[in-house]
Nanobody, 125 residues
Framework: QVQLVESGGGLVQAGGSLRVSCAAS????????IGWFRQAPGKEREFVAA????????YYADSLKDRFTISRDNAKNTVTLQMNSLKPEDTARYYC??????????????????WGQGTQVTVSS
């Protein structure tokens, strides 16, 4: 069993930056890829970014790859999503998830076994 806890969400003005983190416990962290997803009210949960178990490979939604950066520190069981040049449309609840899939399968919500409760990111105009 893996437990995931997100932190770092908050209110930021458009054009600003925010960093959200995902802390994991209860499993061998490096065995799991970690993904970030987001969900706004009335919308489907969408893929944001993912990183492989030891951080060799990263994946991004095409529209976000120039602004968002995912990284991990396996010694601290933590994955971080750095978000720059934020836009109001980035407003959503951001979730991290852990799974053992690889490659572009990590873009799919049903490939993850564990989910955190999310952290709210609100971008004001």
């Amino acid at each position: 069993q893996v437990q995931l806890v997100e932190s770092g969400g908050g209110l930021v003005q458009a054009g600003g930056s925010l960093r959200v983190s995902c802390a994991a416990s209860g499993g061998a962290f490096s065995n799991y890829a970690i993904g970030w997803f987001r969900q706004a009210p009335g919308k489907e949960r969408e893929f944001v970014a993912a990183i492989s178990g030891i951080g060799v490979s990263t994946y991004y939604a095409d529209s976000l790859k120039d602004r968002f950066t995912i990284s991990r520190d396996n010694a601290k069981n933590t994955v971080t999503l750095q978000m720059n040049s934020l836009k109001p449309e980035d407003t959503a609840r951001y979730y991290c998830a852990a799974g053992r899939s690889t490659g572009w399968f990590l873009r799919l919500t049903n490939k993850y076994d564990y989910w955190g409760q999310g952290t709210q990111v609100t971008v004001s105009s």
